[in-house]
C-alpha cells in the first residue's frame, strides 16, 4: 500500500538494548524525519534526513543513531536505551524542503 | 531561532459553537511556510493545511477557515459549528525556507462536548 509506514507500533524493551525503528514511505519523498511525542514536550525532532545518505541532527538527537541508505527507508536506532526514551516516535516524509509532513501511525515504544 | 507559540492547552466548547485556535510564530526567515495538524485520540497526525509566508489570503475549507496575519506572526484556526468529531490536539509548525528546520507548536486539545 502507498503511504508511509512504521514497525513495530508498539515495542517494550530492557534498559541498555539495542532498538531500531523502522519507517518506510513509498511516495520517493527527499526529506524524512524522527519526533518523539512525549506529553508536556510536544514534538521534538530527533534526526531529519534531506535524501539518501544524508541525515542531519534535529533538537534531541542524544541516545539515536540514524541512516539512510534508500530514500524509501529510514531506520532509527537506539544503541543503549534508557528509560528516558520511553515515548511515542513518530516518522514522517515530505517530498521536497518547502512542503508539509505526512506522518507515519507511531511507534509506541516502552523502556523498562 | 524559530519558534511557534499555541497558547491555548486546552479548550472546551459545546457541539456547534466556533471556535478558535491561537498561533503566533517567530522566525528571522522572509520565505517561510506554516501549517496546521490534528490529532485526534487515536494519535495519528492528519496534515489540515499549509501557508507560504507570500499568500496572506485567507482559507476556508468546508467549516475549517485560517487567518494568516504576518503583521501579527499568527496563523490563527477557526472550526465553525464545531462537532464532536472535531475533539482532538491541534498543532501550529513552522517551517523555514531551507527545508530543515520543522517547529511544532505545543498543541491545542480541543474537547467538542454533546
Known amino acids: 500500500d502507498a503511504g508511509i509506514t512504521q514497525s513495530p507500533r508498539y515495542k517494550i524493551t530492557e534498559t541498555g538494548r539495542q532498538v531500531t525503528l523502522m519507517c518506510h514511505q513509498t511516495w520517493s519523498h527527499s526529506y524524512m524525519f524522527w519526533y518523539r511525542q512525549d506529553l508536556g514536550h510536544g514534538l521534538r525532532l530527533i534526526y531529519y534526513s534531506a535524501a539518501a545518505d544524508i541525515t542531519d541532527k534535529g533538537e534531541v538527537p542524544d541516545g539515536y543513531v540514524v541512516s539512510r541508505s534508500k530514500t524509501e527507508n529510514f531506520p532509527l536506532t537506539l544503541e543503549s536505551a534508557t528509560r528516558s526514551q520511553t515515548s511515542v516516535y513518530f516518522c514522517?516524509?515530505?517530498?521536497?524542503?518547502?512542503?508539509?509532513?505526512?506522518f507515519g501511525p507511531g511507534t509506541r515504544l516502552t523502556v523498562t | 531561532a524559530q519558534k511557534v507559540t499555541q497558547a491555548q492547552t486546552e479548550i472546551s466548547v459545546v457541539e456547534k459553537e466556533d471556535v478558535t485556535l491561537d498561533c503566533v510564530y517567530e522566525t528571522r526567515d522572509t520565505t517561510y511556510y506554516l501549517f496546521w495538524y490534528k490529532q485526534p485520540p487515536s494519535g495519528e497526525l492528519v496534515f489540515l493545511i499549509r501557508?507560504?509566508?507570500?499568500?496572506?489570503q485567507n482559507e476556508i475549507s468546508g467549516r475549517y477557515s485560517w487567518n494568516f496575519q504576518k503583521s501579527t506572526s499568527s496563523f490563527n484556526f477557526t472550526i465553525t459549528a464545531s462537532q464532536v468529531v472535531d475533539s482532538a490536539v491541534y498543532f501550529c509548525a513552522l517551517r523555514d525556507n531551507y527545508g530543515q528546520n520543522f517547529v511544532f507548536g505545543p498543541g491545542t486539545r480541543l474537547s467538542v462536548l454533546p
Open positions: 514522517a516524509s515530505s517530498e521536497d524542503g518547502s512542503s508539509e509532513q505526512y
Open positions: 501557508r507560504n509566508s507570500f499568500d496572506e
